[in-house]
């Protein structure tokens, strides 16, 4: 017998929130952070939704959680349900306010955004983001625009900041160049030095010598990138920029360790203008999910 929409009992929406995160990320540690919750939180409010269900969402092992095929396709029609409420929540603003305005630095843009721009806007659906690289302090009001994403240590006191993500460094080579090197090192190997000139002290940490005099100085990261990729010598790779480059093989991480530059990317919005545009707060959580994943 059908049941009266009035008499049915909904999900709440802390529990869809729970289930949608820990279904997109695999991980209810990683909803947890997300969602700045504990655990334990997350958990309890899934196993809630599974009994109102009355369906398990995930398998779940000793360090990992997996969808069943039973969550995921409670969750596509959860993410789907998303898109349409936001949706409609931006049809109610005459103003065409669906466009964000997202200002980047050049490099950033071209290593990190351009491989997920499909993903990006995937997952807005409705929402459009026009994009503006620039390597220049950012005056939100000034120049209308809505987010920035810029690079240094997070403090900008005019500006709403949160963390994106950090910047971790090692070296990388061409694989041509890569298998060049002998057991004896980076320093012992006799081949070229790329030194990234915005960052002139980082390979101090990765030579017990001094610097050779024959180095390749160059002033950009996307100089400094595109010159290892063309095996002319050993650069310092830069976390997010070479992760997509690491992936498609065009450069080879040598060694296993990685070290903070103590610097990273942050996310600024003008104070308050995210919390009266959905759009916004929407690129904000889609830029942070991609911010999560490699």
Excluded: C
């Amino acid at each position: 017998m059908r049941r009266d929409l009035a008499q049915m009992t909904f999900p709440g929406s802390a529990a869809l929130r729970a289930f949608e995160s820990a279904g997109r990320l695999g991980s209810f540690k990683r909803a947890a952070v997300e969602l700045k919750l504990t655990e334990s939180a997350i958990s309890h409010q899934i196993r809630r939704l599974e009994r109102d269900l009355g369906h398990e969402l995930f398998v779940r092992g000793h360090r990992q959680v997996k969808l069943t095929p039973a969550g995921r396709a409670y969750l596509d029609v959860v993410q789907q349900a998303h898109r349409d409420i936001l949706g409609a929540t931006l049809s109610l603003d005459g103003s065409g306010s669906a466009l964000v305005r997202l200002s980047l630095l050049p490099a950033l843009a071209q290593y990190w955004l351009v491989p997920r721009l499909g993903r990006l806007r995937e997952r807005l659906g409705s929402v459009n983001v026009a994009v503006f690289v620039s390597s220049d302090l950012v005056d939100l009001d000034r120049d209308e625009i809505d987010l920035a994403i810029r690079y240094g240590t997070g403090t900008w006191p005019r500006a709403r900041v949160q963390h994106l993500m950090d910047e971790m460094t090692f070296p990388v080579a061409a694989p041509s160049l890569a298998r060049r090197l002998g057991r004896n090192g980076i320093a012992a190997s006799g081949l070229p030095l790329i030194q990234n000139l915005q960052h002139p002290e980082e390979w101090a940490p990765w030579l017990a010598a001094t610097l050779p005099r024959d180095l390749i100085r160059l002033e950009s990261s996307p100089l400094v990138l595109e010159t290892a990729k063309a095996g002319l010598g050993i650069a310092i790779g830069r976390r997010p920029f070479v992760d997509n480059l690491l992936l498609d093989g065009s450069l080879k991480k040598i060694g296993q360790d990685e070290l903070p530059s103590g610097k990273g990317h942050f996310l600024l919005s003008a104070a308050g203008r995210a919390a009266n545009r959905p759009a916004i707060r929407a690129v904000i959580d889609a830029l942070l999910e991609l911010a999560e994943t490699r």
